[in-house]
């Protein structure tokens, strides 16, 4: 499905065209439908342009605002089908295989579709085809609206251009040069000259448009054949309603996945308003699940930040790593011998959904010598155990480390690698009594440029305790220069 | 007759212990393997179940170092029996140091909140949990009704919370609240440490610990040493701490010769 090529300002006649720089030249970025019945195009100088038509109305083009816009349409098209793609910079696809039917038909949901893109006065061309490629080849070169039979594109895109493969400009114009003036003659022609004359891409473009080989769309979201979707014939906005329609929602997706035996551990509900913005709003679950009633009251505290404007109309759930989960039996014996579902799984849900998933974690050894980057997150229910041989108990680490290790002053100790006889911390002076070390941790060379690598990184550690019994993780910075003192930090404490 | 009243108060001792518990009968504790503390506590071990509060004196009210590894070798062993939560404000509990003192960090389950009573509420959520065995929170107080919700808590699955009181940094010190909630109170502090003779280094972390208050009861203030730290046989040991000395003796006893001779 593809947009006009500009905006119609049908009450003014005034030709408009966007500037964009192109290698040092001032060119035309887009036309409006007055400068393109004036003969401008794209790509044309702007001098030219203005000489042909001097009251020509120019504005700058902004690609990145353009993008914004395509990908607001994009979460906007959620509600028609999950699997939308964008293809810059003004068309976009959906796939709608198997949503077409909640529209009551392929030819209803293409009506509905352009009569609310209309309405938000952007006119675009939609066709509907098997593949990507003819729909694409469809909207651009064919007549707007038509929707290709089942395996029927090849006679539709018979006659189109060349160009409308989506083939690049270059190749294009050659094989137009050449006489091919329609797919047609392309698709008689045998396989292997073609290929060999105008390209490997050139014939995967044509098998692309005839489904002869896959295309793969990068779809914005990941396309999930779990959804559901509820329309009202009024728009709602009080706070209870949301919460209702949430949960009603919620229920009719899971229990479609009850009936197939599937979990998923992610859903998102999407509120489309009616001025055609859609407010989404999702919840995980550490583990795959589909009772419809925990996650809707995870939904609960997040409808807050959703602002109902003028009213929802469509509300659509999709489910996420949607995954099998077999029934479990009831034990008799539920407080012994707990299973996991019953607890800790909703008070993991309930927590990483309230302070954010980042907020609650298990954690887990990494290999590396860097104290810092020995410990890893994982979240704080994972299916498989990790195991945890990787710290060795044997070397005394500290109880807290200190994201960034403080300074201590006041250090007195013996060089080369004696542990510090004192040290001041805090402003308060500690003698040492008793001390181990060093534990020399060294910078993990292997992951840096050789040049980035200096003897200033080298750490040796000390585990000292003060004369009250107070354990510290000390340790001095580069290695020892008798020309400079040597800089001491306080990483950790013992306890 | 003496016998009579005796047996008496026994039965209602039980009855009044029995209410306290929330109608459960099954009030487990933790024994230290020990008489020496295991008699101050009441049921011959740390009482299950309930909440206890730990703090160091001093710079400690900041960094709670040494309550919080005192906290987790009390709980190490009931880190066996289900999940434990650890409820942070600051993000600088290090598992490795958890891992070294014997306790198991795959069992735990970290949780930073944002603030005071999020910390609060999140302890309350977690300590009412099915299979979570041990919730640990650091927090700066625990007034009586957010001590008497956190114990109500703990009835329900029969978890048993370990509140660290812990100061924001640079913060000042809030007014301590008139009663605790709290099961017992713990005032925890580094100790020397003593090698074994010939040896360099550090010996096995000792903590001078105080009990300062105790419901059903006595207080008492002992020495002790996390006996297999920093070794591969910390999960073989029954208990991980052990009672090296008593000190409570030595602090206590001329209090207790003033009270005898007024």
Redesign the interface.
């Known amino acids: 499905m593809e947009p006009g090529s500009g905006r119609d300002d049908s009450d003014k006649a005034c030709p408009f065209a966007l500037v964009e720089n192109v290698r040092g030249a001032r060119r035309l970025a887009a036309v409006s439908l007055e400068a393109a019945r004036l003969r401008l195009w794209p790509g044309q100088k702007v001098t030219d342009a203005v000489a042909v038509v001097p009251d020509l109305l120019t504005a700058e083009a902004e690609p990145e605002k353009d993008a914004e816009a395509l990908s607001a349409l994009v979460d906007w098209c959620v509600r028609f089908s999950p699997a939308v793609a964008a293809d810059a910079p003004d068309g976009l696809f959906l796939d709608v295989g198997g949503v077409a039917h909640l529209f009551g038909g392929e030819a209803e949901m293409l009506a509905d579709f352009q009569g609310r893109l209309a309405a938000n006065g952007l006119p675009f061309r939609c066709t509907i085809a098997d593949t990507p490629g003819a729909a694409w080849a469809l909207a651009h070169y064919g007549a707007d609206g038509t929707i290709a039979p089942p395996a029927g594109q090849g006679e539709l895109i018979a006659p189109l251009p060349p160009a409308a493969l989506r083939l690049d400009p270059d190749a294009a114009a050659q094989i137009e040069r050449l006489g091919l003036r329609r797919i047609g003659q392309l698709m008689e022609l045998p396989r292997a000259p073609l290929a060999r004359r105008f390209g490997q891409a050139t014939l995967d473009r044509l098998d692309q448009a005839l489904g002869r080989t896959k295309e793969a769309l990068t779809f914005r979201r990941p396309p999930t054949p779990w959804v559901a979707r509820l329309a009202f014939f009024e728009p709602i906005s009080a706070p209870e309603d949301l919460a209702r329609v949430a949960h009603d929602v919620t229920a009719k997706l899971c229990e479609r996945l009850e009936r197939e035996g599937q979990g998923a551990r992610k859903f998102e509900v999407c509120f489309h308003r009616v001025d055609g913005k859609a407010l989404p709003v999702a919840v995980g679950l550490s583990l795959p699940g589909r009772d419809a009633a925990r996650v809707a009251k995870l939904f609960a505290p997040k409808l807050e930040t959703v602002d109902p404007g003028f009213g929802i109309d469509v509300v659509t759930i999709a489910a996420f790593e949607v995954e099998p989960v077999s029934g479990r039996q009831v034990k008799l014996d539920a407080r012994k011998d707990a299973a996991v579902e019953d607890g800790l799984a909703p008070l993991v849900d309930r927590l990483a959904n309230r302070l954010g998933e980042d907020r609650v974690w298990r954690a887990v050894p990494v290999e590396s010598h860097v104290p810092e980057l020995s410990v890893g997150r994982a979240p704080a229910l994972n299916d498989k155990p990790c195991d945890q041989s990787s710290w060795d108990p044997e070397a005394p680490r500290p109880v807290r480390l200190f994201r960034r290790p403080e300074p201590v002053e006041d250090v007195l100790a013996l060089t080369p690698d004696d542990p510090p006889r004192q040290f001041r911390w805090r402003g308060r002076l500690h003698r040492v009594s008793r001390a181990e070390g060093p534990e020399r941790l060294g910078e993990e060379w292997w992951k840096r440029e050789i040049e980035e690598v200096s003897a200033a990184h080298v750490r040796d550690y000390y585990r000292v305790e003060d004369a009250d019994g107070q354990r510290f993780w000390l340790f001095r910075a580069g290695l020892y220069d008798p020309r400079e003192p040597a800089k001491w930090w306080l990483h950790g404490l013992f306890g | 007759m003496s016998d009579f009243r005796s047996r008496g108060l026994e039965a209602l001792k039980a009855k009044i212990a029995a209410l306290e518990a929330g109608g459960r009968a099954d009030s487990e504790s933790l024994p230290f393997g020990d008489e020496r503390i295991d008699d101050c506590l009441p049921g011959g071990g740390l009482p299950l179940g309930r909440w206890h509060e730990l703090y ?1 004196p001093g ?2 009210m900041e ?8 906290a ?1 070798l009390l709980a190490a062993p009931l880190a066996r029996r289900g ?1 434990a ?1 650890w409820v942070v404000r600051r ?12 306790f ?3 069992r ?7 603030d005071e009573a ?1 910390a609060l509420a ?1 302890m309350e ?2 300590l009412a ?4 065995s041990a919730v640990f929170g650091e927090v700066e107080t625990v007034d009586l009704t957010a001590g008497r919700r956190l114990q109500l808590a703990c009835e329900k ?1 029969g978890a048993t919370g370990f509140v660290v009181r812990r100061r924001p940094y640079g913060g000042t010190a809030k007014r301590e609240g008139a009663g605790s909630a709290s099961a017992t109170r713990w005032r925890v ?5 003593e ?1 074994a003779a010939g040896e ?4 096995d ?2 903590f ?1 610990v105080t009990l300062e208050r105790c419901r059903g009861g006595r207080t008492g203030a002992w020495l002790f040493e996390a006996s297999g ?4 046989e ?1 999960t073989d040991v029954a208990h991980p701490l052990r009672l090296v000395a008593d000190l409570g003796d030595r602090q206590l006893a001329p209090a207790q010769s003033d009270r005898a001779a007024a």
């Open positions: 160091g710079l400690e960094t709670a170092a040494a309550p919080a590894a005192f987790a999940e939560v993000d600088d509990l290090w598992a490795p140091g958890l891992a070294g003192l014997g198991p960090p795959e735990l389950i970290q949780v930073c909140a944002r999020e999140v959520d977690a949990t099915v299979g979570v699955m502090a580094s100790a020397p440490s090698p360099f280094g550090l010996g972390p000792r001078a730290a920093y070794s591969w910390t």
